[in-house]
């Protein structure tokens, strides 16, 4: 896979090699989704929606945070959904999950419908951000919390698949882009360590999660 096909599978998997890119991500964002789970503000009976999921693996730690939550995914590739719906169908029946295919930039749930909306490796692909953001911004109840994790541009930027279809952020450009857009930060984490890529090459990867609260007033 060239760095074009595997820049367009990150945005949007399909087909067997987009389920092999998802099952490498697992892998490779683990650590990301282990800082979210530390620093998610998740309450017994909170609604908690998923933007962005993959295929879906993840779910199951939700529950393992709290297991009372009410657990909303999104994501607008169909093979995802499918992938997704297939491992958590035990979740699904219990009515703790619900799998929708859908974009970001149009929303299929009432104004104020969640607590929290949970995005990793996603904001490169809300293109133009403003109107996802406003999307995210409307389901999201007055006091909710977004929580986005991502790898900021200096970290990623020399990487070849980043260089079509990604919008990349350093931590002070993403915060002032949520900012002007109704949200306020109120917690950013950052964790940098070492990695040996397949080619052992040294790598430094710089895992970032911030949380941006839904500002009632804006
Ligand atoms: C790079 S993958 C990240 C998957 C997982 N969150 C992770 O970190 O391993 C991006 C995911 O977001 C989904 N996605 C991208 N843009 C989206 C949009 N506008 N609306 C819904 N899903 C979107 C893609 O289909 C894909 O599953």
């Given at each position: 896979m060239d760095a074009k096909q595997l820049s367009d599978q990150l945005k949007k998997p399909s087909g067997e090699a987009g389920l092999e890119v998802a099952e490498a991500l697992n892998e490779s964002n683990q650590r990301l989704y282990d800082l979210a789970f530390e620093i998610m503000p998740a309450q017994p009976e909170a609604q908690i929606i998923e933007i962005g999921f993959g295929n879906g693996k993840h779910f199951a730690d939700y529950f393992r945070v709290e297991p009372n939550l009410k657990l909303t995914g999104v994501d607008f590739s169909p093979d995802m959904c499918r992938e997704a719906k297939n491992r958590n169908q035990e979740f699904i029946n219990n009515k703790q999950l619900s799998v929708h295919c859908c974009d970001t930039s149009a929303l299929p749930f009432p104004d104020h419908t969640f607590d929290v909306a949970v995005a990793l490796?996603?904001?490169?692909?809300?293109?133009?951000p403003e109107v996802h953001l406003k999307e995210i911004k409307r389901i999201l109840k007055p006091d909710g919390k977004f929580l986005i994790g991502y790898r900021p541009r200096h970290s990623v930027?020399?990487?070849?698949?980043?260089?079509?279809n990604f919008i990349l952020y350093e931590s002070d450009e993403l915060s002032s882009l949520l900012e002007e857009n109704g949200f306020t930060i109120t917690m950013e984490e950052i964790r940098t360590y070492k990695k040996r890529a397949m080619d052992h090459t040294e790598l430094t990867i710089c895992d970032c999660c911030l949380i941006a609260k839904n500002d009632a007033t804006a």
């Open positions: 490796n996603v904001i490169y692909f809300l293109d133009p930027e020399h990487l070849e698949f980043t260089k079509q």
